[in-house]
């Protein structure tokens, strides 16, 4: 069955050090996108792609970066791990219509602490 | 303005009751909305999906839409325990597949 995996599911750092979360996904989409959630803001976009090579900033993406160079992943690295990133990291994916808006299927989430 | 606004709750409701869950958004473009279930500790899953104004009717759910008030609601009849969970009202940007998330209303079913 097609499926969207993360990895590491929880993950402990420390201040300043770069960390990479692993997102892969089996349904051939070419949308992803990266959410992270706390308490009393719900999800929130941090960075999406459209397709291969193609990246664009959500609205929290200070300090992430992500890269596409496959239809199947997309790498989301803190460059310099902040406590203020402690959050759980959602990965999501859809398919590609012409216009309207598709579903959005998640991944099992990666629960970040940042020390 | 939020963008999306819900109620974040708790809203009790007891076993058997209909529990109501509203939703509304400030993009007039939007097109389409999704109301996504998220248990604790777990990522959000699909419950209902709706475009064109009315209701859309899937098991116990009810999804309702009014684009001119700009308000989407979530109806569950029969309510059960395992409906307690956190549900997620979900719009989409005029620009793009993007999507807009609410805060999320708690809901609690008691037996």
């Known amino acids: 069955d097609a499926e969207i995996t993360q990895s590491p599911r929880h993950k402990i750092t420390e201040t300043g050090r770069q960390v990479t979360l692993a997102c892969h996904q089996t349904?051939?989409?070419?949308?992803m996108f990266w959410y992270r959630q706390d308490l009393g803001h719900g999800l929130r976009l941090i960075h999406y792609?459209?397709?291969?090579?193609?990246?664009n900033k959500g609205e929290v993406s200070d300090g992430y970066s992500v890269s596409r160079s496959n239809t199947e992943d997309l790498p989301l690295t803190l460059e310099s791990a902040a406590s203020s990133q402690t959050s759980v990291y959602f990965c999501?994916?859809?398919?590609?219509?012409?216009?309207?808006?598709?579903?959005?299927?998640f991944g099992p989430g990666t629960r970040l602490l940042v020390l | 303005q939020k963008e999306v606004e819900q109620n974040s709750g708790p809203l009790s409701v007891p076993e058997g009751a209909i529990a109501s869950l509203n939703c509304t958004y400030s993009?007039?473009?939007?097109?389409?909305f999704f109301w996504y279930r998220q248990y604790s500790g777990k990522s959000p899953e699909l419950i209902m999906s709706?475009?064109?104004?009315g209701d859309k009717e899937d098991g116990r759910f009810t999804a309702q839409l009014n684009k001119a008030s700009q308000y989407v609601s979530l109806l569950i009849r029969d309510s059960q325990p395992s409906d307690s969970a956190t549900y997620l009202c979900?719009?989409?940007?005029?620009?793009?597949?993007?999507?807009?998330f609410g805060a999320g209303t708690i809901l609690r079913v008691k037996s």
């Open positions: 999501a994916s859809s398919e590609s219509p012409g216009g309207t808006a598709e579903t959005q299927y």
């Open positions: 349904w051939n989409h070419n949308n």
């Open positions: 792609s459209y397709g291969v090579q193609d990246t």
């Open positions: 993009d007039r473009g939007s097109q389409s």
């Open positions: 709706i475009y064109s104004n």
């Open positions: 979900a719009v989409n940007t005029r620009y793009g597949n993007k999507l807009v």
